[in-house]
């Protein structure tokens, strides 16, 4: 009776390890995406903003038609996942950058990744690395990032020969815009390094 007894007990205190163990790790887990950017929140805003398409280019991805799902699929693999969209702490900063890049491309020379660089003050050499996020992350506020950032996308807009026919492209980027402590930010009111401000000088906001 007593070595039943005493079996019990043990397989007790295991059971109470084990569920320890599964809660330590669910909430490891938990932690871990909750303090990273997700692909599957940020595509419903990349969907309306792209509308009819989905923002699929024929001539590079195929004379068809994408269905969403397919569509997203090419979004996630060749832009989110290419540019490290799950390793950004903040949702903000990975998206308002990797939407940039599925509107605009990389720029001439990767000037649209140079610009982010310059931002976060890494090395521009115009191919965003691990280090790169890692960079980003160490930022205290998102809005130190994403702010600037926003304002590069409005100046880049502005250059482009076809924004006349695109308006939507800086309102675009504008939804991206993040209030401070104090409340909203007016562009003019946001700096950027000195060689994307001496870039854009003849572009009036």
């Not at 998102?142 to 924004?163: D, G």
Request: with cysteine; glycine share 6%; charged share 25%.
């Amino acid at each position: 009776m007593w070595g039943e007894r005493f079996t019990n007990q043990i397989d007790c205190m295991n059971q109470r390890r084990i569920n320890v163990f599964i809660l330590t790790v669910s909430s490891l887990f938990f932690c871990i995406n909750v303090n990273a950017a997700s692909f599957e929140e940020y595509a419903p805003k990349l969907l309306h903003f792209e509308g009819v398409g989905y923002g699929i280019h024929k001539p590079i991805w195929g004379d068809k038609d994408f269905s969403k799902s397919e569509a997203l699929t090419i979004h996630r693999q060749n832009y989110w996942n290419r540019y490290h969209g799950d390793l950004f702490k903040s949702q903000e900063v990975a998206e308002v950058f990797i939407d940039h890049i599925i509107n605009a491309g990389q720029g001439k020379n990767n000037a649209n990744i140079k610009a982010f660089e310059a931002i976060i003050g890494a090395e521009q050499d115009g191919i965003l690395t691990v280090d790169d996020v890692k960079r980003a992350n160490s930022f205290y506020f998102a809005e130190q990032i994403v702010n600037p950032y926003v304002k590069y996308r409005v100046l880049y807009y502005k250059t482009r020969s076809h924004i006349g026919e695109n308006p939507g492209w800086i309102i675009r980027a504008k939804t991206f815009m993040m209030r401070n402590a104090f409340g909203a930010i007016a562009l003019t009111d946001v700096s950027l390094p000195d060689s994307i401000e001496k870039r854009f000088r003849h572009v009036k906001l």
